[in-house]
Every structure is written in structure tokens, then in C-alpha cells.
């Protein structure tokens, strides 16, 4: 069967089956998102220094569907002059990791701003987003469910898939269920394009 990759095909369909998925993660600098991946990476914690540029790390799914699963994770620097770079990592992603500062109420609206910003911009159109609440571990983190009103992610539609994972790097806790919540919605999403694509045909 010699599939044509045409036009308007996602990158998705044609992944062959033991290619990583390709992941991007985003979020506000310092809200945890290099501790993240250098805890799914080493399973241990690193301390870290600011992000200036990018880390990138071939991490596998440990929990649920996604044991085995190859993910390669971008680690795009959060600080403000770095933001408009996100732009040229979620061309092509697979799925996006959102990581917050579960106690930073401060910056919430920044974050929330942030994240539909990327929600938003065309490329990423239908891209699944896992939302890790990170912080969990500190007093006065927002639960899930706050953090799901507070960033107003039903505002997103019905476009894209989301999910919120709380999660505490340092720790480890919730980074494998996150994962696997997401690669869950890759799958959801993978079934969805295919199920519309036989529709139109
Ligand atoms: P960034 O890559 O998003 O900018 P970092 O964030 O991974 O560099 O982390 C920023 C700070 O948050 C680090 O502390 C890190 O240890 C801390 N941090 C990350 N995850 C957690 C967590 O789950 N709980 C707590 N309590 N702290 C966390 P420093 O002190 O090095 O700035
Ligand atoms: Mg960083």
C-alpha cells in the first residue's frame, strides 16, 4: 500500500510506528518546566539554571498505553524576550505540555494569555495540550479542577483535546500519568482525523 502524503495530510498518519512523537513544552520561565524534563529523563532531580534557548531530551512513556512510547520532549526557555521563539518549536508538534506554577496566582492571566496565544496561532490548530499543574508539593497550589476555571481552558472549544495533570517535578509525582494522558489524546485525536478524513471521502 503505497500511501501518498498529500497536502492537508497530518504528519501524524504517516508517522511510521516506532518514530518519536514530537513534543513541545511551554509555560512561564520558572514554572518548572526543565526540573520536568530532566525528572522524566534521569528519574532524578537536576538542579537547574534559567533556559536560555532550548533542552531536548528522548524520554519513554513508562505508565499505561504510552509504556514504550518515544517521546521527544523541546524545552523552550519561558522568560519573555525567549517567548516569540515558541513559535518556530510548535510547527509540527505532536502534542503540547503547558507547565504552570500551581502558586503563582500573580502570573495567571500571563500564563493563561501565553497558553491561548499558542492555542491559538493556526499551526497548532487541534493540537492536544496536557496542562501540568505543577507545584503541587508547595502550600496554596490551586487544584485541577481551580486551575481548569481559573485558565478558562473550556474557552479553547472543541478544537482541541485538553487535559490538566497535577504534578510535582521535583518528585516525579504525576510526570508518567501526564504523559500518558497526553499520548492518550494523540491517540483520540489520530482516531478523529482519520473517522473525518473517511467522511469526506
Ligand atoms: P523553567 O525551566 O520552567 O524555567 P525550572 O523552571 O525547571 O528551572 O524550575 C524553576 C524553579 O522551580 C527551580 O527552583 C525548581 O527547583 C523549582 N521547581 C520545579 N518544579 C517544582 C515542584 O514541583 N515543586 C517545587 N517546590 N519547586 C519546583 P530554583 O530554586 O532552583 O529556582
Ligand atoms: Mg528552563
Not at 534521569?42 to 531530551?57: A, H, K, R
Not at 512513556?61 to 525567549?82: C, E, N, P, Y
Not at 496566582?105 to 499558542?118: D, G, I, S
Request: with cysteine.
Amino acid at each position: 500500500m503505497g500511501a501518498t502524503v498529500g497536502k492537508g495530510v497530518s504528519l501524524l498518519e504517516n508517522l511510521p510506528p516506532n518514530q518519536s512523537l514530537h513534543i513541545v513544552m511551554l509555560g512561564l520561565d520558572s514554572a518548572g518546566k526543565t526540573t520536568v524534563l530532566y525528572r522524566l529523563k534521569f528519574d532524578q532531580y537536576l538542579s537547574t539554571v534559567p533556559t536560555i534557548g532550548f533542552n531536548c531530551e528522548k524520554i519513554k512513556g513508562t505508565t499505561g498505553r504510552a509504556k514504550g512510547t518515544s517521546f521527544l520532549i523541546w524545552d523552550v526557555g519561558g522568560q519573555d524576550k525567549l517567548r516569540p521563539l515558541w513559535r518556530s518549536y510548535t510547527r509540527c508538534t505532536d502534542g503540547i505540555v503547558f507547565v504552570l506554577d500551581s502558586v503563582d496566582v500573580e502570573r495567571l492571566e500571563e500564563a493563561r494569555m501565553e497558553l491561548f496565544r499558542t492555542a491559538r496561532s493556526p499551526e497548532n490548530s487541534g493540537v492536544p495540550i496536557l496542562v501540568l499543574a505543577n507545584k503541587q508539593d508547595l502550600p496554596g497550589a490551586k487544584d485541577p479542577s481551580d486551575i481548569e476555571r481559573l485558565l478558562g481552558l473550556n474557552d479553547l472549544g472543541p478544537n482541541h483535546l485538553w487535559h490538566v495533570q497535577p504534578a510535582c517535578a521535583i518528585i516525579g509525582e504525576g510526570l508518567a500519568e501526564g504523559l500518558d494522558a497526553l499520548y492518550e489524546m494523540i491517540l483520540k485525536r489520530k482516531r478523529l482525523l482519520k473517522q473525518s478524513k473517511k467522511k469526506t471521502r
